[in-house]
């Protein structure tokens, strides 16, 4: 069974990163969450990103705010598809100064980035990187999209 990881700069992204959680757990995907900081405990940042594809992570999702580094120097470390979600957090600019140190990676280190505190939008896309080569996972993905069409096709038609 594949594994998805959460991990966080800080406790305070865990509301954030909850959202993730939570559509992963709806997903029955199995998650793995923890706090790994790339500024005050690199060491924990090196043997998580070097090590996390011999653990069955499959892959990886990467919360920050500020400066943001974690995303980008996990995935310069993993093999894996890290998923970077910006935290808009108290030392930050607005959330601009997160998106754009996990938007602007150099080439030969991607890092996909979903918006400003969208950890829900970065569980799906790790779901829909699962799915693409579990069919389980992919057919609970297209159920919950067709749940999705069904709740706008609802309220479409609350209004006529």
Known sequence: MSKVAIIMGSISDMPVMQDAIDILKQFNIETEVDIVSAHRTPEKLFDFSKNAHTR???????????????????????????????????????????????????????????????????????????????????????????????AVNKAAESLK
Not at 77 to 96: E, Q, R, Y
Not at 109 to 122: C, D, Q, R
């Open 56 to 150: 069955g992570i499959s892959v990886i999702i990467a919360g920050a705010g500020g400066a943001a580094h974690l995303p980008g120097m996990v995935a310069s470390m993993s093999p894996l598809p890290v998923i970077g979600v910006p935290v808009k957090s108290s030392n930050s600019i607005d959330g601009w100064d997160s998106v754009l140190s996990i938007l602007q990676m150099p080439g030969g280190v991607p890092v996909a980035t979903v918006a400003l505190n969208g950890a829900k939008n970065a569980g799906i896309l790790a779901a829909q990187i699962i799915g693409s080569h579990d069919k389980k996972v992919l057919e609970t993905i297209i159920s919950y999209k067709e749940e999705l069409k069904a």
